[in-house]
């Protein structure tokens, strides 16, 4: 596919994503990879549009603003160069923090915490697409030191034979144990903010790796249970692969996680699936060739049924493969903390 | 920062509907006292039977049998007419490769339709306590499908607007629970659980199907807030808790061994239908070779919020004892003397 879009990169793909904007007019015909663009262009311009056009990010359409899909949205359009549709969001996201850093799940409940990663990244990106803006830094700062106070609780477990419950990653609530999702967003939020090599990102990726399945993928967090290995699924796979980026895959179970993901993803997949599940193959280099069919299918499925602005986003950044910021932590050479900028 | 339970939202105007529920709680203990046991056992056999069906199929005339079980159990299908149902199937970690973890569309749609017979406004909900994805979680069980097919709105009880209500039963430390807004509006939310084994509790049924309207959003996935509350005593406060229930148990393709999602399937072809949820949960227990007396969750319900003892349990249709094949169980030791004789182990 590179090698394919290399080939006629002088129609002005050197952006990767200005390829979204270009007209559908000027792909060459002979080009499989145009066609694949401007199939792509014509449901992510869909998708962006209805993203853009959301003055209220939820879980559903008509649903009540929720603190992940706003920051998965507002991810979404400073990805796809959608800078000022983005603004409203990243600035609505300053105004849900607390005063301890943490965003809630929404306006309303200031708690459980667990939301707080995805503002971290949100305003990560808004602080290098719009400028540099010392408001998020200061405020991913602040978000990144309540995470930084929050671990997984394992007080009273006794060690079983499934994972090893003393390594801290972080919980959906404060008090209660470490599992795969709020760790793997966590982690994500400390790579790609600079603080991967922080002895809690190492744990936790120590966490993550010990939560996979002998046979590859990980579920919500459990392995073995009374002698049994559960079943791997898809969104907690792919979102593990994500936050674990290029880790040296020491155990073979990175390997075969990503292997599991191959092997399932299709079509038919339901959409957050899907996208993390992509988005994690990408972060292992193994995006594959289909993904953006995968992709159309899956947004036509979500246009017609709900519309939910947290899917929409999720489809925009997968769409954006190896090239998605959270896969590159690619965001620009900005500073990544306020002291480095005088602030 | 430290707190177990997520954080207080009074909201005065759900609160006012649960406190009638924790009233009659407090009135129908009182009363057991006032009256002793011989009119509290007729008043338990009058109000709590069970209706059991056998040689069920999925492709068989379930919205017949249903119908019937609510007639037999004292349902009056006049006071739901114009009200809104909640139906509550066990969705918690659907895959086609084990049909028998979660609830077959075919009895959601089947208690559906003699809801909607009855004129009530029906909608079909579930929070998945293993899954965040819940498209999935629906596609994987056939349910998506069968929604549509059918017309059934289904609501998304992860992710849905919450409400604060004071937990009623309090055998756990938690103030209260956020339920989801379907949940606080519904005249009457019916139970669809999985007959099936816990490798935890023992058995689970019509009570812990319910953990289920507990929102992910609030408390994770699993809802390790309640998991650290007991599991026995929030399932107890949860049923405390919650608007009037009923169920229906998907005892046609039971899952015995290692469940509540590695279990092996155990065609029974039942379908249980009552009125009070505890009594339902009793005979179930009964059947599948458990004293439910030794199920913790039970011995704090029995009683309270409804009765276990099988002389308190009205029996109708087929009787518990002619249907009874109990369960294997995997050998842990928290599973270890629950059975009302011997114990099979995988």
Redesign the interface.
């Known amino acids: 596919m590179r090698g394919q879009w290399a080939a006629c990169r002088w129609y002005l793909f050197d952006d990767p994503h200005e390829r979204l904007l270009v007209p559908a007019r000027l792909a060459s015909p002979a080009c499989t990879a145009c066609d694949d663009r401007t199939d792509r262009m014509s449901y992510l311009e869909v998708v962006l549009d209805r993203l853009a056009a959301s003055d209220v990010c939820g879980?559903?359409a008509g649903?009540?603003a929720?603190t992940e899909p706003t920051a998965v949205a507002a991810l979404a359009l400073l990805a796809h160069g959608r800078i000022e549709r983005a603004r409203r969001l990243t600035e609505r996201l300053l105004e849900m923090q607390r005063k301890?850093g943490s965003l809630g799940?929404d306006r309303?409940?200031?708690?459980?915490g667990w939301p707080t990663a995805w503002a971290i990244l949100a305003w990560r990106a808004a602080q290098s697409s719009q400028g540099f803006d010392p408001a998020y830094v200061l405020a991913y700062e602040r978000g990144r030191d309540w995470l930084l106070?929050?671990a997984g609780?394992s007080g009273d477990i006794v060690q079983w034979e499934g994972h090893d419950v003393h390594l801290r990653g972080w919980?959906?609530?404060?008090?209660?144990?470490s599992?795969v999702?709020?760790t793997s967003l966590a982690l994500l939020a400390l790579r790609l903010t600079g603080r991967g090599d922080s002895p809690r990102a190492r744990e936790a990726t120590a966490m993550l790796e010990n939560r996979l399945l002998p046979d590859g993928g990980c579920?919500?967090g459990n392995t073995i249970?009374?002698?049994?290995a559960?079943?791997p699924?898809?969104?907690?796979t792919g979102l593990a692969l994500l936050a674990l980026g290029n880790q040296a895959d020491t155990t073979d179970r990175i390997g075969r996680s990503a292997e599991y993901l191959q092997r399932e993803l299709n079509d038919?997949?339901?959409?957050?699936?899907l996208s993390y599940g992509l988005l994690g193959l990408a972060a292992r280099g193994a995006y594959p060739d289909k993904a953006n069919a995968w992709l159309r299918a899956a947004a036509d499925r979500t246009l017609a049924r709900d519309a939910s602005s947290y899917k929409l986003g999720l489809i925009a950044l997968a769409a954006l493969g190896p090239d998605c910021p959270l896969v590159s932590g690619n965001w620009d050479a900005a500073p990544t903390s306020a002291v480095e900028v005088g602030v | 920062?430290?707190?177990?339970a997520?954080?207080r939202?009074p909201e005065t105007q759900q609160d006012g509907q649960f406190d009638r529920r924790a009233l009659l709680v407090g009135v129908g203990a009182a009363a057991a006292a006032a009256v002793g046991v011989p009119l509290l056992r007729r008043a338990w056999a009058d109000k709590a039977s069970v209706f059991i069906a056998r040689n069920q199929r999925y492709d068989g005339p379930l919205e017949q049998t249903i119908r019937d079980g609510l007639t037999a159990t004292g349902f009056d299908h006049a006071l739901i007419r114009g009200r809104k149902v909640l139906l509550k199937p066990n969705l918690v970690?659907p895959?086609k490769?084990c049909p028998q973890m979660t609830t077959h569309p075919a009895v959601v749609v089947a208690v559906a339709n003699v809801f909607r017979n009855f004129g009530a406004e029906v909608v079909v909900g579930e929070g998945p306590g293993?899954?965040?994805?819940t498209?999935?979680a629906l596609?994987e069980s056939g349910m998506q499908d069968a929604l549509d097919e059918a017309g059934l709105r289904f609501v998304?009880l992860n992710?849905s607007?919450?409400g604060w209500i004071k937990n009623a039963g309090r055998a756990t430390v938690l103030d209260g629970f956020?339920f989801p807004r379907e949940v606080l509006e519904a005249d009457l939310i019916v139970s669809l659980p999985k007959m099936k084994t816990h490798?935890w509790v023992g058995y689970t049924g019509a009570l812990k199907n319910l953990y289920g309207v507990i929102p992910?959003?609030?408390?994770?996935?699993?809802k390790?807030?309640l998991?650290?509350a007991g599991i026995p005593q929030s399932i107890y406060d949860i049923n405390a808790t919650l608007p009037k229930t009923i169920s229906v148990v998907d005892g046609i393709l039971a899952m015995e061994g290692?469940g509540p999602?590695?279990g092996s399937a155990k065609p029974m072809g039942l379908i249980l239908v009552g009125t009070n949820n505890t009594a339902v949960d009793a005979t179930l227990g009964r059947i599948m070779g458990f004293e439910p007396s030794k199920i913790e969750y039970l011995n704090l319900a029995g009683g309270r919020l409804g009765p276990i003892g099988d002389g308190l349990i009205g029996q109708r249709g087929e009787r518990w004892r002619d249907v009874e094949n109990p369960f294997t169980l995997?050998d842990?030791p928290q599973l270890r003397g629950l059975r009302r004789r011997g114990v099979l182990v995988t």
Do not use: C
Not at chain 1, 108 to 112: D, G, R
Not at chain 2, 216 to 222: A, L, M, Q, R, T
């Open positions: 879980y559903q649903a009540p929720a301890d799940i309303v409940h200031a708690l459980p106070g929050v609780d919980p959906w609530v404060v008090g209660t144990h599992w999702e709020p579920n919500y249970v009374f002698g049994q559960l079943r699924h898809l969104q907690p038919r997949t339901t959409t957050a699936s | 920062m430290s707190t177990l997520p954080e939202k970690e895959t490769k293993h899954m965040r994805d498209e999935m596609v998304d992710y607007q919450t956020h490798h992910g959003i609030k408390y994770g996935w699993p390790n807030v998991h650290y290692d999602i590695m995997i842990a």
